[in-house]
């Protein structure tokens, strides 16, 4: 009777002491940083017991071998070194085959704690000298090991061995809950690793990031709903005159000018209320800017962000009016021949006129037919250089709602004895009354007459340009200008926009005036195409937006 009163007080105490090596360590592992901390804080635990021992095995990647990953045996020199030196073998790193042993078996592959005499675990890891030789020096004869899975996200990844002279049934709950904390734990460690590196790597992007947009010229700006600045690059600070760190927080409006305020609010809730991005230029202080406004999109497809970029124009401006008003200027030495022609003629009527006045001055009869004749020659001359200088004239790039029809007369007037001299017939296919267009009247004109040259050159011979206007969609106007001349190359199709492209010798231009024409119409909000077959002619489509009062 007292020995089983002192077995089960020995039970009760046995189990007592395992749950607080459990709890103790569950404790120490709330604050692990690593893997390397908790496989101490189980060991040290465990070596501290003075009745347990404890080891922690890992299986490899492949799932084939566990090798010994910490242990308490090395907290007494009889026990750790003492197997070493027996079997001969670091126990630390030595790796067990899973196959070759079934004592693994029901925790790896089931999941369940498990315990096994002591001696038989060893007699099956060891070859037969080395083992008895284990089990002798630590007294495995008496002892017992109870194996339990350790867990990373629901994976079994290693065992928790521990060896106990006491009866194992009571103990075995206990240290499968141990192993939980411990799996637990690990988890946590790589949660929080996790969440270290994809720190690091956002705060890497993010400073990546800054370098890149710091280094464009341009300007860069992400403000939320209200205009505050998110963030944005030196470009940025450098244009408001402002550090960064100042400008950071802040309402990006409130570093303009009354009128350039409201123009930016208005167009800030345009992309805000409408979802697309918007593009527009203004000018401060003579310099010129333009602006692409970005919607950023948040988890419930509402705009919560803006990104702004934003570049000075001015040279580019520059050097575009240049280039335009040199473009003018060869087309109208193009245009010489016709020009002249145009001129000669009502100035030999004028001559005629005035030498029949002088032969008879007198004559009532020839003065009421001669000057009708000779004013009317006046008129025609002016009606031709007021073309002349409307066409060669600088222009200011002002947009409002312009006739399309007027225009098209405009420049087939301006290009009648030119065409005629190339013998070239032209083919008017449009009904009266087109939509309005919004645009700038000159600027168009140059690129109908550009149209209208490039046509001329493709038929040396001559030939029929036939321009067409239709209304396509509500939204626009179409202007087809399709000749009958020698095609287009395939090959060359891709490149006919390009600036400097041209199949003409070098002195009958340098390739700039197909180019300034896209240039023009994409100023104008439009787009301008060309479909061409060897042999059979080419079509420029030229599409604008209707005026807004027409759309």
Known sequence: MMQGRQRLGRRFRDLLDIIQIAENISVKLHNALDEAAIYQTVVDEFAQSGKYSGSILLLSDDGSRLHM?????????????AIEQAANIQLLGYAMD???CDVWRPVLEEGRTVHYPAA???????????????VEVMDYKHKTFVLAPLKRNGQIMGVLAMSSTTLTECLTPS???LALHISHALEMVAARRKQMEAMRALQESQAT????????????LLMDREGKVLTGNHALAESLGYPLDEIRGKNVHDFFPPGVREEREARMREVLEGGKAI???????????????YPVFGAMGQVERIAVFARDVTERKRMEAELLQAEKLRTLGMLAGGIAHALRNPLAVISSCIQTLRDHPHDARVCAESVPKAQAAVERAGHIVDSLLQFARPTPVQMMAIDLESVLSATLELLVDHLCMRKVTVRRRW????????GNAHLLQQVFTELMLNACNAMPDGGTITITARVPRSDWVEVCFRDTGQGIPPEYLPKIFDPFFTTRPESEGIGLGL???????????GSIKVQSQLGKGSVFAVRLRRAAKEA
């Open 431 to 438: 009904r009266t009354g087109l939509p309005l267009v919004h």
């Open 69 to 81: 990953a910490a242990t308490s045996l090395f907290s007494s020199p009889a026990h750790g070194p």
């Open 209 to 220: 990031m800054q370098t890149l947009i710091n280094a464009s010229p341009e300007v860069i």
């Open 175 to 177: 240290v499968t809950n």
């Open 279 to 293: 593009y527009f230029q203004d000018e401060r202080a003579g310099r010129y800017f333009e602006h692409f406004l």
């Open 515 to 525: 180019s300034i024409a896209q240039r023009i119409i994409q100023q104008h909000g």
């Open 120 to 134: 038989e675990v060893v007699r099956k890891l060891f070859p037969p000298p080395t083992a008895e030789r284990i």
């Open 98 to 100: 899973v196959q070759g």
